[in-house]
């Protein structure tokens, strides 16, 4: 048992350590799928993690008239990512934490980072953050929904809302993906993964036109260390929201703790290597459906998450009836 608790907790360090190393690059290898589709050279892989190095380097503006909402915000936002990634089973469901990683534990801590950001937006006093912070409510009242629904579609025939409960399960019955309720939640829970992130055509991370900046608009006054945390925190939480989308739809590879001694290690070390290509693989697919997809607009936005809630309680019915439910 011992053992074990070790190779969980070794596990739990490589998933943070995973997510704090590769979400930048995650976003570099995003950003050069686009620019080789679009025809472009791209900037390269290690991009993003040269830009991070850059602002860590400068000194931190604070506004005038800002408070502790505005300081405490990137800090809110990194750590809810932090904690979201050692307690998920991104790389095995044997992790110490696993207990902790309930679903709506987990989603509380991906609002909470949003709710922190959005706060610090509005204590700047700006047109551009109270806009923002306006926006990314609307948005976040919908998606938290979603992913709370869509994720309990899968607990139903679980029997547990315990993600690494779920994982093992799924690993253990590979049909259960293709059942209806697995289908119908997979794609309500990549839709919200799309919202969430700020990712077209919801929201557009690279752009600065005020009618239609979202993410980008509430940390216009962030600078240096600050928005160093904030822009490697929105690249953890992609991460981390993949990882996840790949975990509880295509699951194998995940260390599921059946192993001891150096069979553990080899599992743990082929969930690592898991957990990177799929990621790896869902990420350069979404670069490449944001080419041919163009950014709605804004009043169109709650349409297309409502549709995506809406995917997600049909998950729920398929998930009753094929449980013998009511």
Do not use: C
């Not at 860590?56 to 809810?80: C, H, M, S």
């Not at 998920?88 to 801590?109: G, K, R, Y």
């Amino acid at each position: 048992m011992t053992g074990l608790n070790t190779t969980g907790l070794i596990a739990a360090v490589l998933q943070v350590v995973l997510v704090v190393a590769g979400a930048p690059l995650l976003t570099g290898l995003m950003r050069q799928v686009r620019a080789k589709m679009e025809g472009r050279a791209g900037a390269g892989v290690l991009q993003p993690w040269r830009d991070l190095r850059k602002l860590l380097r400068k000194e931190p503006i604070d506004p005038r008239g800002t408070g502790w909402p505005f300081r405490l915000a990137p800090l809110v936002l990194a750590g809810t990512a932090l904690v979201v990634a050692a307690v998920i089973p991104l790389v095995t469901t044997a992790s110490p934490l696993d207990s902790a990683a309930d679903l709506f534990a987990v989603t509380a801590l991906l609002a909470l980072g949003s709710v922190a950001l959005a706060l610090g937006g509005l204590d700047t006093g700006t047109a551009f953050g109270g806009m923002g912070a306006s926006r990314e409510v609307t948005v976040l009242a919908l998606v938290e929904p979603t992913i709370l629904v869509s994720v309990f579609a899968l607990s139903v025939r679980a029997g547990s809302t315990n993600l690494g409960t779920i994982v093992s399960l799924t690993e253990a019955d590979p049909m259960r993906v293709l059942s209806p309720a697995s289908l119908l939640a997979a794609v309500a829970l990549a839709l919200v993964t799309i919202a969430e992130t700020g990712r077209i055509p919801v929201d557009n991370p690279s752009t600065h036109l005020e009618l239609t900046m979202i993410h980008e608009a509430m940390v216009l006054e962030y600078s240096g260390p600050d928005l160093a945390l904030i822009e490697w925190a929105s690249a953890a939480r992609l991460t981390v929201l993949l990882g996840l989308l790949g975990s509880l739809f295509l699951p194998w590879g995940v260390a599921t703790g059946g192993a001891a001694g150096v069979g553990a290690l080899v599992a743990v070390l082929a969930g690592v290597a898991a957990f990177a290509a799929k990621t790896a693989v869902l990420g350069m697919l979404l670069a490449a459906g944001e080419v041919f997809m163009a950014k709605l607009r804004l009043f169109r936005i709650p349409e297309l998450l409502a549709g995506s809630f809406l995917l997600a309680l049909l998950a729920v019915a398929a998930s009753y009836f094929l449980a013998g439910g009511a």
